[in-house]
């Protein structure tokens, strides 16, 4: 499961690819992992809160729902843990990373400047 997740990763984010072992590190750390033929999700939850870590779809299958599926399966399985609210960072400079958690009801609440080598991080939210 990790080499496959590696895999997939590094179609998504070319320019950072995370290592089987950063996948078993996150695992072993206390982190979920969902992953499908063509997407995965990480996050993690602490109590009432989760975070999402990362999520990425195959770039042959991307506009098709997947990423948008992924977040309602970790929300309804959230909330049944009694997670209240879902936090994320995403780059100032990813645009189909905003536009996904706007869609699906994230807000954005704050920047962290220069959290990722020198580019902004957008701190967004959603209340389940
Ligand atoms: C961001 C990502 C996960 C979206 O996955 P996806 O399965 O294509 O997303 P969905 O099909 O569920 O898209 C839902 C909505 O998000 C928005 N969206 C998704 N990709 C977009 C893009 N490239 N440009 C603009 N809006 C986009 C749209 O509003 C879309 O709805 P629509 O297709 O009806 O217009 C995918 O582009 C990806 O893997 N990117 C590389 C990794 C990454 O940046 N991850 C997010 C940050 S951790």
Redesign the pocket.
């Known amino acids: 499961m990790f080499d496959e997740i590696a895999n997939l990763h590094a179609k998504?984010?070319p320019e950072h690819p995370w290592s089987s072992d950063d996948f078993r590190d996150l695992k072993k750390s206390g982190c979920e992992i969902i992953m499908s033929e063509?997407?995965f999700i990480v996050y993690r939850s602490v109590v009432d809160e989760a975070e999402?870590?990362?999520?990425?779809?195959?770039?042959e299958?991307?506009?098709?729902?997947?990423?948008?599926?992924?977040?309602g399966i970790i929300e309804n399985i959230l909330k049944n843990q009694g997670v209240k609210k879902i936090f994320?960072e995403?780059?100032s400079t990813?645009?189909?990373?905003?536009?996904?958690?706007?869609?699906?009801g994230f807000k954005n609440v704050g920047l962290r400047p220069k959290y990722y080598n020198g580019v902004d991080a957008i701190l967004m939210e959603k209340q389940l």
């Open positions: 998504c984010f063509n997407g999402i870590i990362t999520i990425g779809v195959n770039p299958m991307q506009r098709k729902g997947i990423a948008t599926a992924m977040i994320l995403v780059s990813n645009i189909a990373g905003q536009k996904l958690y706007e869609s699906t």
